[in-house]
């Protein structure tokens, strides 16, 4: 892995062309020390490096928001460049040897990125970064009233519930901080476990000014989400993922909910957490299993919409497995890069957002089929993505050289790609019929069409492919 450079690189990226130059927020968008403050710029602005210049930084100081500021070492290089013909964006970078944000001063070593989830006034950041739980101001400046509500289980309260309260109590904070720690597990995802947060919640008092926090994997993240959506008709909501699947996916975006023995994730509702802060140390406890579940979830993204990861993810996968912590902080950074600018999109899932669910009808399926917690809902994601991908390549929309890239990389992943005894035909389809995805009874299915990075989300499909796919893999 390349070494960082002893330099910060500030990048002011344009939103739409519009009169005003003034810069709008903070979001940075790499494993350096790299802000990327979003801005507005006039199409006259953004082709002359002196106007930039003099219309963000007086001397060494970047006004990056309303009553914000950063102030910089000495500025070594300015430059604008154009990064993306497509969406007309250009990015000014400007190089210092360190900056100071909010008050805190910073350097390249710390190695803090945060992710903006850009939806307007529920926008929020992701940090991400190496020692976050030792940081106590990134959790309190998200923090409202005194009341707080960790919501963790019995695998993750022993390894980081203490570190989380101390970080909310720092500095003689008055906050009031209970928490409530649920059995660990997919088989707990359920209405009965559920009850449990609000029992807790209503014994001690909360009011609508608390804070619910979200200490674990995928599983505590949706049902504490969901908890917060529904107690009072809903109160302030904090994400700490523990695992990778969590990190990458299911703490960013809003989706929260609970089984049901039908179907998973078939009670639920979208509502956005203050933050999400990815403290990347918690996977140096993370068995290798569940590792290898949340890397199927970071494959997704290569496959889907970002070519150039899925080949970086082919040259560095035994990096990930070993856990080298440059690889870990680029996949997680990349995974909530992509993941933001989809729900930045379609934060209901009307369109585009579906795409996230590659590999997740067949996935689900397996889970609800075989009993949840039996497979790690990775594991039932890889599995699913090679029916899809088998699926895609028998309908002609890709061709068997990138199949079998898929397949190859997943199985290099440790994760299964055939599926478990006891999928048939007959409850794939049972099961399916109950999905999410399906609209005026027709089941619409996230497929990969054309070249890598590329899908679809459809109910425009062969039946007989899909027929032939359920087939093929209930016998192997």
Known sequence: MAMAPSFSAISIFPLAPTESGAATKVITQSSLLSFH????????????????????????????GKGKSTSLGPISDLNYTRADARFGVGVL????????????????????????????????????????????????????????????????????????????????????????????????????TLIKIFDKAIETRMDR???????????????????????????????????????????????????????????????????????????????????????????KYGLIRDADFFEWLEKNMEALLARDSSALAYAVKRSCENKAEVVSLDEKEGGIRATLNLGHTFGHAIEAGIGYGEWLHGEAVAAGMVMAADMSHRLGWIDEFLLHRILNLLERSKVPTTLPEGMTVEKFKNIMAVDKKVADGRLRMILLKGPLGNCVFTGDYSPKALNETLSYFCHT
């Open 209 to 299: 000014r608390c804070t619910f926090i979200a200490l674990g994997g995928g599983v505590i993240g949706d049902m504490c989400g969901f908890a917060a959506a529904s107690f009072l008709r809903g109160v302030n909501f904090i994400q700490i993922p523990t695992t990778l699947m969590a990190q990458v996916d299911s703490s960013v975006g809003g989706k929260t909910g609970v089984n049901h023995p039908l179907g998973k994730n078939m009670i639920g509702a979208f509502y956005q957490p203050q933050c999400v802060l990815v403290d990347t140390d918690t996977l140096d406890t993370l068995p290798v299993r569940e590792l290898a579940s949340g890397v199927a979830e970071v494959v």
């Open 93 to 192: 970078e400007i190089r210092a040897k360190a900056a100071i944000l909010d008050g805190e001063r910073l350097t390249s070593q710390e190695e803090m990125t945060v992710v903006d989830v850009d939806l307007g006034d529920r926008s929020y950041p992701i940090y991400i970064g190496s020692g976050l739980l030792d940081k106590p101001h990134l959790l309190q400046r998200h923090i409202k009233g005194k009341g707080i509500l960790v919501v963790t289980n019995t695998t993750v309260a022993p390894l980081y519930l203490e570190k989380v309260v101390a970080a909310l109590k720092h500095g003689g904070s008055s906050t009031i901080v209970e928490s409530v720690i649920l059995p660990d597990g997919e088989k707990y995802k359920d209405m009965e």
């Open 37 to 64: 403050a979003a801005a507005r710029l006039t199409p006259q602005m953004s082709s002359a490096k002196s106007t930039l210049q003099s219309s963000f930084f007086d001397g060494n100081t970047a006004t990056i």
